[in-house]
T-cell receptor, first 116, second 117 residues
Framework: AQSVTQLDSQVPVFEEAPVELRCNYS??????LFWYVQYPNQGLQLLLK??????LVKGINGFEAEFNKSQTSFHLRKPSVHISDTAEYFC??????????????FGTGTRLTVIP | GAVVSQHPSRVICKSGTSVKIECRSL??????MFWYRQFPKQSLMLMAT?????????EQGVEKDKFLINHASLTLSTLTVTSAHPEDSSFYIC?????????????FGPGTRLTVL
C-alpha cells in the first residue's frame, strides 16, 4: 500500500520569502507524485506532477518540486511567495496503471499562510 | 484543457431528502471518475471509483445504498445522497481521469458543499 506524509500542517511565511512544503511517501513499487493546491471552498488544482524523467519538476505559479527516490521525498518549493499563494497544499501519489489501480493517495495537507 | 465541472456548487436540504450532484468532464472523455468527501480542515477521502458503463467500486465503510453513483456516459457521473442526514454534510469533490495521454492524472471539479438541516 501507499501512504503520504506531510509533516507540516501549517506553514506561515512572509511575503516574498522562499518556502518549502515537505512531502514524504512510502511505497513498495514505483509511484507517480503530484502536488495539488486548494483555495477556500474550491476543488483541487494540479500544480505539478512527476511521472518519470527529470527529477526537478516545474509547475504553475512559480512552484517546483524535486523527486528524491533515496529519501522518498517530493518537496514543493517556491523562491518568493505572494499573498495569493495562501491556500491548502496536498501531496499525493498514485501507482502506474501497469502495477496497480492508479488511485490517488493524499497527504493530510499543509496550510500555507503568506503574511504581508 | 482538462476541465471538470460540478453542479450544484452549494446545496442545502432537509434531513431525509435526496440530493443529486453532477460531475462533468467538459473537454475530454473520462473513462474513470472518482468521488471524494472532505471534512473541514481535513484531507480528501476517496468514497468510490466509477468506470463508464459499469458499477462503482466503493471504499470500505462507504454505504453503496446511501451514496448512489451512476457513470452513464464518458462525460457525466452523478452522486446521489439518499435520505440525507446532518452527518452527511460535507464538501463533495469529484475528479475525472481520461485514457491515453491524460490517463495518469486526475482532474478535479470545484466541489459541492452539502448542508443537511
Amino acid at each position: 500500500a501507499q501512504s503520504v506524509t506531510q509533516l507540516d500542517s501549517q506553514v506561515p511565511v512572509f511575503e516574498e520569502a522562499p518556502v518549502e512544503l515537505r512531502c514524504n511517501y512510502s511505497s513498495s513499487v514505483s509511484v507517480y507524485l503530484f502536488w495539488y493546491v486548494q483555495y477556500p471552498n474550491q476543488g483541487l488544482q494540479l500544480l505539478l506532477k512527476y511521472l518519470s524523467g527529470s527529477t526537478l519538476v516545474k509547475g504553475i505559479n512559480g512552484f517546483e518540486a524535486e523527486f528524491n527516490k533515496s529519501q522518498t521525498s517530493f518537496h514543493l518549493r517556491k523562491p518568493s511567495v505572494h499573498i495569493s499563494d495562501t491556500a491548502e497544499y496536498f501531496c499525493a501519489v498514485s501507482v502506474p496503471f501497469e502495477t496497480g489501480a492508479n488511485n490517488l493517495f493524499f497527504g493530510t495537507g499543509t496550510r500555507l499562510t503568506v503574511i504581508p | 484543457g482538462a476541465v471538470v465541472s460540478q453542479h450544484p456548487s452549494r446545496v442545502i436540504c432537509k434531513s431525509g431528502t435526496s440530493v443529486k450532484i453532477e460531475c462533468r468532464s467538459l473537454d475530454f472523455q473520462a473513462t474513470t471518475m472518482f468521488w471524494y468527501r472532505q471534512f473541514p480542515k481535513q484531507s480528501l477521502m476517496l468514497m468510490a471509483t466509477s468506470n463508464e458503463g459499469s458499477k462503482a467500486t466503493y471504499e470500505q465503510g462507504v454505504e453503496k445504498d446511501k451514496f448512489l453513483i451512476n457513470h452513464a456516459s464518458l462525460t457525466l457521473s452523478t452522486l446521489t445522497v439518499t435520505s440525507a442526514h446532518p452527518e452527511d454534510s460535507s464538501f463533495y469533490i469529484c475528479s475525472a481521469r481520461s485514457f491515453g495521454g491524460l490517463a495518469d492524472t486526475q482532474y478535479f471539479g470545484p466541489g459541492t458543499r452539502l448542508t443537511v438541516l
